[in-house]
């Protein structure tokens, strides 16, 4: 099970940026992929799932609907657009992969547990 996460960077306060996340070695139908970030200093923050069987969504509230999760099953591939960016949102962002559901949104809504499979993480930078 591998996931590549990409396109993370600079970005100035108000921009937007598409994360992409790159699974492979499972099949995508199987499994929950969530997005994660961690700010320097800060905890991991979860963000959002995608349930891979039938695309069903969950975001955490801290969001306040800035972000989208989306999936192109063809290309194994999970996307979160994040819209609005602030200084705040200046994180490592990461994506995660599991075959339960449920365990990836206690994973986002409590950081208490954790997926199985996690991608390396991509730099997301917003300047003021």
């Known amino acids: 099970v591998q996931l590549q996460a990409s396109g993370g960077g600079l970005v100035q306060a108000g921009g937007s940026l598409r994360l992409s996340c790159v699974v492979s070695?499972?099949?995508?139908?199987?499994?929950?992929i969530g997005w994660f970030r961690q700010a320097p200093g800060k905890e991991r923050e979860g963000l959002s799932c995608m349930r891979g069987s039938d695309g069903h969504t969950y975001y955490a509230d801290s969001v306040n609907g800035r972000i989208t999760i989306s999936s192109d099953s063809a290309k194994n591939t999970v996307y979160l657009d994040l819209n609005n960016l602030q200084p705040e949102d200046t994180a490592v962002y990461y994506c995660?992969?599991?075959?339960?559901?449920?365990?990836?949104?206690?994973?986002?809504?409590?950081?208490?547990?954790?997926?199985?499979?996690w991608g390396q993480g991509t730099l997301v930078t917003v300047s003021s």
């Open positions: 070695g499972f099949t995508f139908a199987d499994y929950t």
């Open positions: 995660a992969a599991d075959t339960r559901y449920h365990h990836m949104v206690h994973s986002i809504l409590f950081g208490a547990s954790t997926p199985d499979y």
